[in-house]
């Protein structure tokens, strides 16, 4: 049986799994993909601070200077660029079973 999974850190690489670590040793217990979702979203619109300024406006500014470069934003659930629509374009993982939890075992790119 083959899943698709959010949240692979065994795959993903250093980043993610530094993150597991820290998050399990504040809290106690391993984080669930959204807690990386809004890790990754909160570093995100800081990149888009940093890059646009501390405003609405330059927020939009930031995101858009992001979504024109095309560069992959490196994330602890994978890098992912944003595209037109500022969807996060990323890759697919899939899982396989594992002692009672799914695995990552493989990345697919986005196309």
Same mark, same amino acid.
């Given at each position: 049986? +083959?899943? @698709? #999974?959010?949240?692979?850190? =065994? #795959? %993903? *690489?250093? $980043?993610? @799994?530094?993150?597991? =670590? +820290?998050? @399990?040793?504040?809290? /106690?217990?391993?984080? !669930?993909? /959204?807690?990386?979702?809004?890790? =990754?979203? @909160?570093? #995100?619109? $800081?990149?888009?601070?940093? !890059?646009? &300024?501390?405003?609405?406006? &330059?927020? +939009?500014?930031g995101l858009e200077s992001m979504i024109r470069s095309g560069e992959a934003f490196p994330g602890v659930t994978g890098g992912f660029v944003l595209n037109s629509n500022r969807a996060?374009?990323?890759? !697919? %993982? %899939?899982?396989?079973?594992? *002692? &009672?939890?799914? +695995? /990552? %075992?493989?990345?697919? $790119?986005?196309?």
């Amino acid at each position: 049986m +083959r899943v @698709t #999974l959010f949240f692979a850190p =065994d #795959l %993903i *690489g250093p $980043a993610a @799994t530094d993150f597991v =670590d +820290r998050y @399990t040793r504040r809290f /106690g217990n391993e984080p !669930l993909y /959204g807690a990386a979702y809004a890790y =990754d979203a @909160t570093k #995100l619109a $800081a990149h888009a601070v940093a !890059l646009g &300024g501390f405003s609405r406006q &330059g927020v +939009r500014e930031g995101l858009e200077s992001m979504i024109r470069s095309g560069e992959a934003f490196p994330g602890v659930t994978g890098g992912f660029v944003l595209n037109s629509n500022r969807a996060a374009i990323r890759p !697919l %993982i %899939i899982g396989a079973p594992d *002692g &009672g939890a799914f +695995r /990552g %075992i493989q990345t697919v $790119a986005a196309r």
